[in-house]
């Protein structure tokens, strides 16, 4: 078991930034894929970011390249969700997520392929 707790959503401005956090606990940090997934009201959850066991690979989302950038710190069990230039439409509901450490994971995108799941913590951009 894994257990995932996120932190650093809040209200920001359009254009602004935020980081979010997720503190990992429980099985060893590094055996897992880690991603960072969104759900805004009424729409499904959609694929943010993903990073391998060992930060060398990371695969984004279109909607996000080039502002959002993952990273993890392994000696601290934490991922990362730096997130630059952001939008109204960036408004959601932000989780992180633990899956199995294979390539397949990562540029899937896809939730089903994930374990274990944070409990979310809230994004909103004001225009």
């Known amino acids: 078991q894994v257990q995932l707790v996120e932190s650093g959503g809040g209200l920001v401005q359009a254009g602004g930034s935020l980081r979010l956090s997720c503190a990992a606990s429980?099985?060893?940090?590094?055996?897992?894929?880690m991603g960072w997934f969104r759900q805004a009201p009424g729409m499904e959850r959609e694929f943010v970011a993903a990073i391998t066991w060992s930060g060398g690979y990371t695969y984004y989302a279109d909607s996000v390249k080039g502002r959002f950038t993952i990273s993890r710190d392994n000696a601290k069990n934490t991922v990362y969700l730096q997130m630059n230039s952001l939008k109204p439409e960036d408004t959601a509901v932000y989780y992180c997520?633990?899956?199995?450490?294979?390539?397949?994971?990562?540029?899937?995108?896809?939730?089903?392929?994930?374990?274990?799941w944070g409990q979310g913590t809230q994004v909103t951009v004001s225009s």
């Open positions: 429980g099985r060893t940090f590094t055996s897992y894929t």
């Open positions: 997520a633990a899956g199995p450490n294979t390539r397949v994971v990562i540029t899937s995108a896809k939730a089903s392929q994930y374990d274990y």
